[in-house]
């Protein structure tokens, strides 16, 4: 999906929701649609005061909400105490992420099994499944990783 048509689909849930179009909210979503990783709103927060472009962390979390509640970015808990992590959601297909415990380094994947499970599990229940999360936990087997426990008492 193009940048444009995410800007424009942005524009139409401003709209909706009677809100205003300010650069900063627009600002947030362009940074949000450049990035290709899983982020917390710190790191959002900080790569826009990077940029030099002035905006509170206080737009920066309604944004978030807003973007959320659109179903333009997913909001993830991943069981770790550094709290909600964010991606971006339109124009990318359904998957699932496995974490390293150790590194909290975030990998996705995509298994068509996984609709075939969706499917059979709303069908068998009564249910029409709108939406899933799929997360796996382990260790990762990356031979550098700096965060591993087992590194750090070098």
């Not at 917390?40 to 909400?65: C, G, H, I, Q």
């Not at 297909?93 to 068509?112: S, T, V």
């Amino acid at each position: 999906m193009e940048f444009v048509e995410i800007k424009q689909r942005f524009s139409d849930e401003l709209d909706k929701r009677k809100m205003r179009h300010t650069r900063e909210r627009y600002a947030i979503l362009e940074e949000i649609y450049g990035r290709n990783d899983h982020f917390d709103v710190d790191e959002l927060y900080v790569s826009m005061e990077r940029k030099k472009f002035p905006v509170s962390r206080a737009t920066v979390y309604n944004t978030l909400d807003v973007l959320v509640e659109c179903g333009m970015v997913r909001r993830h808990r991943f069981g770790s105490e550094d709290g909600a992590r964010f991606e971006k959601s339109l124009g990318f297909r359904q998957h699932g992420h496995i974490i390293c415990i150790d590194c909290q380094a975030i990998k996705e994947f995509c298994d068509p099994r996984v609709q075939n499970i969706q499917n059979s599990v709303g069908e068998s229940l009564g249910f029409k499944v709108t939406d899933h999360a799929l997360v796996f936990y382990g260790t990762c087997t990356e031979k550098e990783c700096k965060n591993r426990k087992s590194n750090q008492n070098k």
